[in-house]
């Protein structure tokens, strides 16, 4: 087993605590690490195991925007909800919000930023305007139910597709408004029913520094090594074999997908897991849920990607030469 | 007839540091009149102003004292008949023979309370002394409505009586004195004590005793010095709506009150009563937070005042008050907030850390300190 994985699965042990209110989750992950390297190594493994743990430290403590040095409290609440006898609601509106927010809701908090007023965070209401396609894709502007995007603040909760807890989805239902070590702040149980934790990582070759959301949330920066699907599947189930389509698998090697047209391919390179390397197309590649469907929502049924910009068949046609 | 007068000597040295003890500064055995007052605004032929130490001098009440006795000198007289235009900061401020509360501390000690500001002093925060605007968290629809009415001006008295009193720091708010009533007043002034240990029945506890020995400054931080100072959290008390388990957060809420919320059923807007509108003070334990940092705040949480429980700070029993996170005079840091740092023992009124690390050492969400 490549180490880079074994660390990735160690820390994805990290039970389902919301990993932005447990600071125990990089101590725990940490220490299971540690223990994993030297199990690896021996006990004279010290230098080999010491400069692997720099290089491979990196994509596992990265954290993301709104933790650690990012995570600015008063981004979002306010303490007493006046300065200078001013409100401190970043609507203006004077009575003071639950949780001490600075807008009256945390869905209104975070689309205050992420609905394209603010163009240093990235905006995920359609139409986005600091990139022409960002990785998540984005939800519509009416904010009603919609079959190509997931469903924000829906009038009753919802069972997701091939789920089976019904759910109200708002940004802190996937995000953890308080950050921690996954990627994107991906809480790591998002249905909060007890279910075990999943780490999703990925490599960025750009990470946010507040103001460059045209150059971090964007396909061509992410590399995704690992928990993409499995973090899907605690909302929607997994992939039942025979019913779906291949989840997690590798796109060399399968009997119905062909590599060379993968490989090949003159479109732009649908997401995929590249657990092995930052380089796709590649022979570690496999095909993920986000091969197909957009986290957030895209133009098309179902959240589809079109490779082409223009047919689903483009899609598929990246791996079936049909 | 020797014996009984040695007796009674000794009686009366052992008598000296318990009515010392019940006393605050300016207050029965300590309050001169002569220190802040003059009857005639001449003395001494009108000899040039001396501020500051004066030698020895014979009270008229007996014994001797040392008094900073600022004599007026060509001065127009003062209302009140007071010895100049500001008596307070004549000892209060850059002196060494009194504590002193403004702006940094000239005499060199980790003060409790900080430094209030002048006007013009645009570093840091906390209260300006002379600003006329209103107090942030004035609330003019609260019970007690009309204490800072327009045209108000801040002064020390707003918050100290200058004629002492038994309360901590001979806090009370001067000014209305009368309209705050009787029922009222136990309400909003904390209690002392000045013992040795942690003093449970009462807001604050001055672990140093009462050593204080007026004009040596050496000695200040035991009794002003943040270390010696201890707030209780098991005084509770319900004023305008709100209740609070120490005095001092009554005391600011006079003044803050929609600043003010001890619990999550205070001032809040929320129909079921579940989210705070307002951070929490004094009644709500720390610990009994979702998550709280264990090791990585113990530091941080050191250097911060909370109500406590016991005479060791525990955030498994303590509260987080008013005077948790803002200094009450000021400091050097916006909003008179204290950054704790969390390596060792803050050496400084704004503390070694980031403004996260005050937020943090409760809340320990969003990665590492």
């Known amino acids: 087993m490549p180490a880079s994985r074994f660390l990735y699965r160690t820390a994805g042990v990290t039970s389902d605590t919301r990993a932005g209110d447990c600071p125990s989750f990089a101590a725990r992950g940490g220490s299971l690490l540690w223990h994993g390297l030297i199990q690896m190594t021996g006990p004279h493994g010290f230098v080999k195991v010491f400069v692997a743990m720099i290089f491979i430290a990196a994509p596992l403590f990265a954290g993301e925007w709104h933790y650690g040095a990012s995570m600015v409290c008063s981004d979002c609440h306010t303490q007493h909800n006046s300065s200078g006898g001013v409100p401190m609601r970043t609507d203006s509106v004077a009575a003071p919000a639950a949780m001490l927010l600075r807008r009256g809701t945390a869905q209104e908090l975070c689309l205050s930023c992420h609905a394209g007023a603010n163009a240093s965070a990235p905006d995920v209401i359609a139409p986005v305007t600091y990139v022409s396609e960002s990785a998540a894709g984005a939800f519509p502007a009416s904010h009603e139910p919609s079959s190509m995007a997931h469903d924000l603040l829906s009038a009753t909760p919802v069972i997701p597709p091939g789920g089976t807890v019904a759910m109200v989805l708002q940004c802190t239902t996937c995000h953890d408004p308080h950050g921690n070590q996954n990627y994107r702040n991906l809480r790591p149980d998002p249905t909060r029913s007890g279910l075990p934790g999943v780490t999703v990582v990925s490599h960025q070759g750009v990470t946010a520094n507040g103001s460059n959301p045209a150059q971090v949330y964007v396909r061509d920066n992410v590399i995704y090594k690992s928990g993409v699907s499995a973090w899907c599947a605690t909302c929607h189930g997994a992939p039942v074999p025979g019913s779906d389509h291949p989840d997690d698998t590798a796109i060399w090697g399968a009997t119905l997908a062909d590599y060379t047209l993968w490989s090949s391919s003159t479109l732009p390179h649908v997401p995929v897991h590249s657990p092995s390397d930052n380089v796709v197309p590649s022979v570690d590649d496999r095909v993920i849920c986000i091969s197909c469907h957009k986290a957030h929502g895209s133009d098309h049924p179902a959240a589809m990607i079109y490779a082409d910009g223009e047919t689903m068949e483009s899609t598929c046609q990246e791996c079936h030469g049909l | ?369």
Request: proline share 5%; net charge neutral; hydrophobic share 35%.
């Open chain 2, 1 to 369: 007839m020797k014996k009984f007068l040695v007796v009674l000597g000794l009686l009366a040295l052992a008598a000296m540091p318990a009515l010392a003890a019940t006393d605050n500064y300016h207050y029965n055995t300590t309050m001169k009149c002569s220190d802040c007052h003059s009857m005639h605004a001449s003395a001494h032929e009108n000899l040039p102003v001396v501020v500051g130490m004066g030698a020895e001098i014979t009270d008229p009440n007996g014994g001797t004292d040392k008094s900073p006795m600022y004599f007026p000198s060509g001065l127009a007289p003062q209302h009140y008949l007071l010895k100049g235009t500001d008596v307070c900061a004549s000892c209060h401020k850059n002196q060494t023979f009194a504590p002193d509360v403004v702006g940094d501390n000239l005499n060199g000690y980790v003060r409790s309370a900080g430094g209030v500001k002048e006007a013009g002093d645009t570093t840091g925060g906390g209260h300006v002394i002379g600003t006329t605007t209103r107090p942030p968290g004035y609330d003019a629809t609260a019970a007690i409505n009309g204490y800072f009415a327009a045209g108000s001006v801040l002064e020390c008295y707003s918050c100290h009586s200058p004629h002492g009193g038994t309360a901590f720091r001979n806090l009370g708010p001067y000014q209305m004195r009368s309209a705050l009533g009787s029922a009222n007043v136990g309400k909003v002034q904390p209690t002392v004590s000045k013992a040795a240990a942690f003093n449970t029945a009462t807001d604050v506890t001055i672990l140093g005793g009462d050593t204080y020995n007026f004009g040596t400054p050496a000695n200040f931080v035991n009794y002003y010095g943040r270390d010696n100072i201890v707030y209780a959290n098991n005084q509770a008390v319900t004023f305008n709506g709100t209740t609070s388990t120490n005095r001092m957060d009554q005391f600011c809420g006079v003044c803050h009150g929609a600043f003010h919320g001890g619990s999550e059923t205070d001032n809040t807007t929320v129909a079921d009563g579940t989210a705070f509108v307002r951070h929490p003070t004094s009644t709500k334990v720390v610990g009994a937070l979702p998550t709280t940092y264990a090791a990585a705040a113990t530091q941080a949480f050191a250097n911060l005042k909370v109500y406590q429980a016991t005479g060791t700070a525990t955030s498994t029993t303590d509260s987080p008050g008013c005077l948790t996170c803002h200094k009450a005079h000021g400091n050097n840091n916006p909003f008179a907030l204290i950054y704790p740092g969390t390596l060792a023992k803050d050496t400084t009124e704004e503390g070694a850390g980031v403004y996260k690390n005050l937020c943090k050492t409760c809340h320990s969400m969003g990665g590492t300190m």
